[in-house]
């Protein structure tokens, strides 16, 4: 008997790191491979905060792109305090530019540049509600006070909910929903309110931090939660709710950059992502909604075309690299020397 397999529409990234350098040149084919196109985050050091910035680096990332393979970076600015009104209109004339992104300040990796106060960006927000220009979030708070599990739900009491209400109009994307928190209000929310969600947060609860011993390859921002929150991601991804979409957050960092004492923040996800969201959907019996969360709510929200090409998924199990190397580094990616269940053929 053969394999079971999946045709479907060529999907795309909605939340991803590239990087730049080397790093770029190493992990852009991981993407490529089977992502159409990706929302490309600017947290790069120093951020790209500017329409001049995001095109010089759309074009760096065209030239890593290995012939034979296309690929099409959407590319976003990085809202610090300085950003101008003037500068989100040059970005909606830009074609290369497609969405702001907001980190609080201190909220993750290269997040120093983010904004400290999101009352004081009021002029920036007005101006990509008429514009429409998409806000993509961090929505976390930062307070040393709250609890790092809770602060999704405190970003989306504290600051969420405001935003919405007084921007109506907005487009708004929570990025990488972990709770059921972040569910609940995206239902609730109106239909410029999405989320994307990434396969780490559907596979792995916070368990898979500790799992016999501190494990560095699992601590991703926001962190991974307790077993009901991610159910509740299963749920919403496969639901077939166009508010929820495919968003990797692959997010690559030399293997002693998180093997260390103070160890960054990122799981490197690009080389299984579509093969892992394959094994979940599979899980819940949801193969059929795959492609609706991979492929089409994803452009249909930004208000872009459907890719024409499709790939082909087969149930049959690969195993994954141990490691990948990098210039003088290594990246060790998500489920590094294990088997996965689907390959991309
Ligand atoms: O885990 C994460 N890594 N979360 C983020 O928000 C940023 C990312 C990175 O850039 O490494
Ligand atoms: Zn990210």
Not at 277 to 283: G, L
Not at 299 to 306: A, E, H, I, N, S
Request: negative net charge.
């Amino acid at each position: 008997m053969s394999n079971q397999q999946l045709r479907i529409t060529k999907p795309d990234d909605w939340h991803l790191h590239l990087r730049d350098g080397d790093m770029l040149k190493t992990v852009i084919a991981d993407t490529a491979r089977c992502f159409a196109r990706a929302i490309v985050m600017p947290n790069l050091k120093p951020p790209v905060t500017t329409v001049a910035e995001a095109e010089a680096y759309r074009r760096r990332i065209l030239a890593a792109v290995p012939e034979g393979m296309t690929f099409d970076p959407l590319m976003t600015l990085y809202l610090t305090k300085n950003t101008s009104p003037d500068e989100i209109r040059r970005a909606k004339a830009s074609d290369a530019i497609y969405a702001v992104k907001v980190y609080p300040a201190g909220a993750t990796t290269n997040s120093e540049n983010g904004v400290r106060d999101l009352n004081k960006v009021d002029a920036v927000l007005e101006t990509m509600q008429e514009v429409d220009l998409p806000l993509l979030l961090h929505g976390e708070v930062t307070d040393r006070e709250i609890d790092v599990f809770d602060r999704e739900a405190v970003f989306i009491e504290r600051h969420l909910q405001q935003i919405n209400t007084r921007f109506p109009a907005l487009r708004t994307v929570l990025e990488h929903v972990t709770t059921q928190d972040a569910v609940d209000y995206v239902l609730e929310a109106s239909e410029r309110v999405a989320a994307t969600i990434t396969v780490h947060h559907l596979l792995l609860n916070r368990n898979a931090i500790f799992e016999g011993g501190l494990r560095p390859h699992h601590y991703c921002l926001p962190l991974l939660k307790r077993e009901t929150h991610r159910q509740a991601l299963v749920k919403a991804a496969t639901s077939g709710d166009p508010k929820f979409f495919l968003g990797t957050d692959s997010a690559p960092h030399p293997k002693n950059a998180k093997e260390s004492g103070c160890g960054c923040a990122g799981i490197y996800s690009a080389p299984v992502a579509i093969e892992l969201y394959a094994e979940v959907f599979a899980d819940a019996d949801a193969l059929d909604r795959l492609e609706g969360f991979a492929s089409f709510h994803g452009p249909d929200f930004y208000g872009l075309p459907r890719n024409d090409d499709r790939i082909t998924l087969e149930a049959q199990a690969w195993s994954v690299p141990e490691l990948i190397r990098t210039g003088s580094d290594e990246i060790l990616p998500l489920r590094a020397g294990t088997d996965v269940a689907w390959r991309l053929i």
